[in-house]
C-alpha cells in the first residue's frame, strides 16, 4: 500500500502564511489522485476543505488554498487566524482505494 | 444541507460483532459513493471502505485490515448506509465515521475489549 506523508508538525504566526505539503511514497502526486485536504479540531469530526487538488466548499475560508508544488500537493494557508489551529489530514486516491497522510498538527501562536 | 449521523457504536468482546448505521438527509442518497473510515484514539484517520451508487454498479472495496471481516452495505430506500463488523479485534477499536468525501457524520465510538 502507498504511503501519504505530511510534515508531523508547523508553527505559523497569527496572519502569517504557511504551506502544508503532502507526497506519495509511489511518485509525484497528480492530479489524478484526487487530493483532498480536511481539518479537525479536537473532538470534532473531520471536514473537508480542500477536494481535487484545489476546490473548495462554501464553508471554505478564502485564505485556504490548494495546488500542486514540485510533485506535492499543497495546502497554503495565508493570513492565518487563531481558529485555524488544528490538525490537517491529506488523503489521496489510489485506484479508488483511499490513502491518509498521518497528519500536520498545526500551531498558529 | 447535508448530513449524516452514525450510530450504533458500544462495547463488543474480541470475536464478536456489531452493525453500525448512517442516515443521510438533505441530498440524493442513492447517487451518492459512500465512505467509512476510522481513527483509533489518539491516532490518524484510517479508510475502511466504500460502497459506490447503484448506478454505478453498487460494488464494494475494503482496506486491508478489515477485509474479509467487514461488510459495507446501503438501503437507497431509507437513506441509510451500513458496516457490518464481524470477527472483531482490539485494534478495530475507534471512532467510526460515514462519508460522502464533502460531508462527514459526527461518528460512532466502537470499542473491542474483554
Known amino acids: 500500500q502507498a504511503v501519504v506523508t505530511q510534515e508531523p508538525s508547523l508553527t505559523v504566526s497569527p496572519g502569517g502564511t504557511v504551506t502544508l505539503t503532502c507526497g506519495s511514497s509511489t511518485g509525484a502526486v497528480t492530479s489524478g489522485h484526487y487530493p483532498y485536504w480536511l481539518q479537525q479540531k479536537p473532538g470534532q469530526a473531520p471536514r473537508t476543505l480542500i477536494y481535487?487538488?484545489?476546490n473548495k466548499h462554501s464553508w471554505t475560508p478564502a485564505r485556504f488554498s490548494g495546488s500542486l508544488l514540485g510533485g506535492k500537493v499543497a495546502l497554503t494557508l495565508s493570513g492565518a487566524q487563531p481558529e485555524d489551529e488544528a490538525e490537517y489530514y491529506c488523503l489521496l486516491s489510489y485506484s479508488g482505494a483511499w490513502v491518509f497522510g498521518g497528519g500536520t498538527k498545526l500551531t498558529v501562536l | 444541507e447535508a448530513q449524516l449521523a452514525e450510530s450504533g457504536g458500544g462495547l463488543v468482546k474480541p470475536g464478536g460483532s456489531l452493525r453500525l448505521s448512517c442516515a443521510a438527509s438533505g441530498f440524493t442518497f442513492s447517487y451518492a459513493w459512500m465512505s467509512w473510515v476510522r481513527q483509533a484514539p489518539g491516532k490518524g484517520l484510517e479508510w475502511v471502505g466504500r460502497?459506490?451508487?447503484?448506478?454505478?454498479?453498487?460494488?464494494?472495496d475494503y482496506a486491508a485490515p478489515v477485509k474479509g471481516r467487514f461488510t459495507i452495505s446501503r438501503d437507497d430506500s431509507k437513506n441509510t448506509l451500513f458496516l457490518q463488523m464481524n470477527s472483531l479485534k482490539t485494534e478495530d477499536t475507534a471512532v467510526y465515521y460515514c462519508?460522502?468525501?464533502?460531508?462527514w457524520g459526527q461518528g460512532t465510538l466502537v470499542t473491542v475489549s474483554s
Open positions: 460502497i459506490k451508487s447503484k448506478t454505478d454498479g453498487g460494488t464494494t
Open positions: 481535487e487538488t484545489s
Open positions: 462519508t460522502t468525501d464533502q460531508v
